[in-house]
């Protein structure tokens, strides 16, 4: 699909592979290396590196604030770090993972003492770390799913409910925050492009021939693919740069309804997989893993 959004079509004549296949591949080959690796070793392992890698991911999150870059050049955000011309890093995708191990390790060692408040308040500034500098770059999407992860974790690890339905409750008043602070005249903790963003998403048939140029056109995609899609290497290029994370309206366009109902239902089938093997673990620590992992894709 990366392929096809990118233009690239196989001819028997010239066979030409597009440069973002050969990175997506590679990453590919990449993945199936530490799957290979991570399943000769006890995942008991994982408590042994789970505070040097968050500390890792902090001193990333710090760099990336003083030498990271934005998608394009000129951007005022600062989200990735490049290691050269061609491979950047982006510290916040490592800060999810490191949150994860770090609360299962924690939640795993603490046992059941989940219902101490200092012990959750510390556990709570320890999580507001990761949180403050991701929001710092800015990334707000991040952020929210931070928090998201956050919860899931303490969920797993049997904190009493009240004590989650406060987190649930600070997420609610901050998101009735960032929408209020959007729709206002005067906003106080958004930068402008976040607040462009967020009306955009509500209002996008204002923001039809800008910010949500993008949206508005995927979703064309979307619709104009029907039940079974144009077929592959048929898109339309209605959609501006679809090799990003708009690579759906492609899916859409070019397999159809069914294609995209099979792509959702893998993502679903992965994600309950996941949690149905958290259930079955015997310790805290392979549940909380297990619920982090799929709550940070499902929610994301």
């Excluded at 991701?134 to 999407?141: C, F, I, Q, T």
Aim: proline share 4%; with cysteine; glycine share 8%.
């Amino acid at each position: 699909m990366i392929g096809s959004a990118n233009g690239w079509v196989y001819q028997s004549d010239s066979f030409e592979v597009d440069p973002l296949m050969i990175r997506q591949f590679l990453g590919f080959l990449f993945g199936v290396l530490l799957i290979l690796l991570i399943q000769r070793c006890s995942y008991e392992m994982l408590k042994m590196i789970s505070i040097p890698v968050y500390l890792v991911s902090i001193g990333l999150l710090i760099a990336v604030l003083f030498f990271g870059t934005g998608a394009e050049e000129g951007d005022t955000v600062h989200r990735w770090l490049p290691i050269s011309s061609y491979i950047s890093l982006q510290p916040s995708e490592i800060a999810k993972i490191a949150q994860i191990l770090l609360f299962a390790t924690l939640f795993d060692f603490l046992h059941r003492r989940t219902d101490r408040l200092l012990l959750l308040i510390l556990l709570l500034a320890i999580a507001a770390v990761p949180l403050f500098l991701v929001y710092k770059e800015p990334d707000l999407s991040t952020t929210i799913v931070l928090f998201a992860l956050t919860a899931a974790c303490f969920y797993a690890a049997g904190v009493p409910g009240y004590y989650i339905l406060i987190l649930v409750l600070i997420l609610s008043i901050g998101g009735f925050l960032v929408y209020r602070d959007a729709v206002s005249d005067l906003p106080r903790f958004l930068n402008p492009y976040q607040t462009e963003r967020i009306l955009a998403w509500l209002y996008p048939e204002d923001y039809a021939l800008t910010t949500a140029y993008q949206s508005v056109q995927s979703r064309a995609a979307i619709g104009s693919g029907g039940l079974w899609g144009k077929g592959l290497f048929h898109s339309s290029h209605l959609v501006p740069i679809p090799t990003t994370d708009f690579i759906f309206g492609i899916i859409g366009e070019e397999l159809g309804f069914a294609g995209g109902v099979f792509m959702i239902f893998l993502y679903l089938f992965l994600c309950v997989r996941i949690l149905l093997i958290g259930s079955r673990c015997q310790d805290t620590f392979g549940k909380i893993i297990c619920s982090g992992v799929a709550i940070m894709i499902c929610f994301q």
